[in-house]
Structure formats: structure tokens, C-alpha cells
């Protein structure tokens, strides 16, 4: 994230998805979605000092554990928008406008995941958290973070896979 100059999260996300270090599900989603995040934010002109809000990221994001999406109902990539934007924003338990804002993201992000439902697709639901966070920061910080069409190359790994049911899902997302 420190190299990438991209605006467009997704693009950012999508690179690190294809690391060898990520898996098809797991907790490294719930850091990615976030470093995604602030990577564009930061490059599209938001105030933020990357290398410390990375490592930041990084602190928070890994404390989320594997599994909270069905255990807890609160999936990780949805908390680690959540986290950026209190990040971007230096949100704090004691701030107002933007500690209600930080929760605000995090509902949101959650509300579309919820939507299109389960099982759980780590790719899926970080590409929605993350087309969620574009939206709400352009409406509430004014900060326009680019966004690419997002075509899934993942369903043949996930045993789990919806399908049609996914709003990413390549037969969803022909050619106008």
C-alpha cells in the first residue's frame, strides 16, 4: 500500500486478494479492507499520514477475529471499514461528530452485506464493505475516491459460492 498510487480501493484490495499470503476466506480481509481503503483515501486527497495509519490498520484490524460475521454477526470486513474511517477521521470512544459517523460506516457496510446474505464470502463482502465506505466518504467527507467494475475471479475457489445471488458474479455483470 505505501507504493500504490491508485485512488480506487478496489483495484488496491484486489492486488493484495491476489498475494500469496490470502486465502480464499480468512481474518486477513478484515486489515486489507481497511489498508484498501486508506491507500485510495490518502491518494485521492484525504490528510493522513499512510505509514502510521497503516500500521494502525494493521494493529486494529487483526484483533478482529475469523469467524465474527456468523458467530458474532458482524462480519470483519464491514468492522475494518469501520476502522479506517475512525482512522482517517482520529476518531475516539470520547469524539462526537465522527465517533458516530466511524459507527455509521461500519452499519452501513454491514446493511449491504446483510442484504445479499450468506454463506460468507470474504471477497464478496470485502468488495461490498469497501463500494459501501466509496460512497459514504464521498457523501460525508467530500473526499471522491475512484471505483472500478467489480467482476469476480474468485467463485471457482469458494466452495461456497452463491452464485447468481452475488451482485459480482460474472453471468450479473455482462457488457452493457
Aim: some cysteine.
Amino acid at each position: 500500500c505505501l507504493n500504490d498510487d491508485s485512488k480506487d480501493p478496489i483495484a488496491i484490495l484486489e492486488k493484495m486478494m491476489d498475494l500469496p499470503f490470502c486465502h480464499m476466506h480468512g481474518p486477513e480481509h478484515h486489515v486489507m479492507v481497511g489498508a484498501a481503503l486508506l491507500t485510495a483515501y490518502k491518494n485521492a486527497g484525504g490528510d493522513l499520514d499512510l505509514p502510521s495509519a497503516l500500521s494502525e490498520m494493521y494493529r486494529r484490524g487483526k484483533q478482529v477475529p475469523g469467524g465474527v460475521c456468523g458467530f458474532w454477526g458482524s462480519c470483519g470486513a464491514a468492522v475494518s471499514s469501520g476502522i479506517y474511517f475512525s482512522i482517517a477521521t482520529k476518531a475516539t470512544p470520547l469524539a462526537t461528530k465522527v465517533w458516530g459517523l466511524s459507527n455509521l460506516m461500519t452499519s452501513a457496510s454491514l446493511h449491504s452485506i446483510g442484504s445479499v446474505g450468506g454463506p460468507r464470502c470474504c471477497k464478496r463482502d470485502s468488495f461490498l464493505a469497501i463500494k459501501t465506505a466509496v460512497k459514504f466518504v464521498r457523501e460525508n467527507l467530500g473526499i471522491e475516491m475512484e471505483e472500478s467494475r467489480i467482476i469476480c475471479n474468485y467463485s471457482s475457489k469458494n466452495n461456497q459460492c452463491i452464485k447468481e445471488r452475488c451482485p459480482f458474479n460474472p453471468l450479473n455483470n455482462k457488457p452493457d
